[in-house]
């Protein structure tokens, strides 16, 4: 069963950086996407950036120039570095990863709080 381990959310000032980290076990295959959802208070989950087995890299246009995912395989882990965050970057994260012949998992989310 594949398992995914988040960390680094948490609450910073407006302007400031965090990086969040998320790893997947249980798989003898690295992930062919891996990536990183948002989910507010009283809205839908939304894409915030995806990258591929290939490198081929995907951001949602709020966080364009401001975000930076990346990915070691060897160690199965997707980063995403924030900067330059706003308040309305205040969500909890999700990470997600998509095996072709196995479907998508979701970590647990962790939170990331940004004030004004």
């Known amino acids: 069963q594949v398992q995914l381990v988040e960390s680094g959310g948490g609450l910073v000032q407006a302007g400031e950086s965090l990086r969040l980290s998320c790893t997947a076990s249980?798989?003898?295959?690295?992930?062919?996407?891996m990536g990183w959802y948002r989910q507010a208070p009283g809205k839908q989950r939304e894409l915030v950036a995806t990258?591929?087995?290939?490198?081929?890299?995907n951001y949602a246009d709020s966080v364009k120039g401001r975000f930076s995912i990346s990915r070691d395989n060897a160690k199965n882990t997707v980063y995403l570095q924030m900067n330059s965050l706003k308040p309305d970057d205040t969500a909890v994260y999700y990470c997600?990863?998509?095996?072709?012949?196995?479907?998508?998992?979701w970590g647990q989310g962790t939170q990331v709080t940004v004030s004004s």
């Open positions: 997600s990863v998509y095996y072709v012949l196995k479907g998508t998992y």
């Open positions: 249980g798989s003898a295959f690295s992930p062919n996407v």
């Open positions: 990258i591929t087995s290939g490198s081929t890299i």
